[in-house]
């Protein structure tokens, strides 16, 4: 199977910046889309970027221009830059991706536990 563990949430003030990484391991054969989703207290899940293994990244109106998806294909793991963030940033952030693992013969989506963001002076 494939485990996904992300890092990097905490706490930082409006206007500030935070960079989430997301560390896939297991028996991967390869990753397609991956991407970044958050649920913040009494709201549901909300994909907030992702990117393809080839091809241009999207992001929801929400966060455009503030965030930056990004992945390292060598070693499979994936970024997320936010930059000026705002209270209403506030929530859990989950990392998902779309693999294939070794000897299968479809993709599957595997998701991580999540990581904290608080946004708060």
């Given at each position: 199977?494939?485990?996904?563990?992300?890092?990097?949430?905490?706490?930082?003030?409006?206007?500030?910046?935070?960079?989430?990484?997301?560390?896939?391991?297991?028996?991967?054969?390869?990753?397609?889309?991956?991407?970044?989703?958050?649920?913040?207290?009494?709201?549901?899940?909300?994909?907030?970027?992702?990117?393809?293994s080839r091809g241009r990244a999207n992001y929801a109106d929400s966060v455009r221009g503030r965030f930056v998806i990004s992945r390292d294909g060598a070693k499979n793991t994936l970024y997320l830059?936010?930059?000026?963030?705002?209270?209403?940033?506030?929530?859990?952030?989950?990392?998902?991706?779309?693999?294939?693992?070794?000897?299968?013969?479809?993709?599957?989506?595997?998701?991580?536990?999540?990581?904290?963001?608080?946004?708060?002076?």
């Amino acid at each position: 199977q494939v485990q996904l563990v992300e890092s990097g949430g905490g706490l930082v003030q409006p206007g500030g910046s935070l960079r989430l990484s997301c560390a896939t391991s297991g028996s991967i054969f390869s990753i397609d889309a991956m991407g970044w989703s958050r649920q913040a207290p009494g709201k549901e899940r909300e994909l907030v970027a992702s990117i393809p293994s080839r091809g241009r990244a999207n992001y929801a109106d929400s966060v455009r221009g503030r965030f930056v998806i990004s992945r390292d294909g060598a070693k499979n793991t994936l970024y997320l830059q936010m930059n000026s963030l705002k209270p209403e940033d506030t929530a859990v952030y989950y990392c998902n991706a779309k693999a294939r693992v070794i000897g299968a013969d479809r993709y599957l989506e595997f998701w991580g536990q999540g990581t904290l963001v608080t946004v708060s002076s």
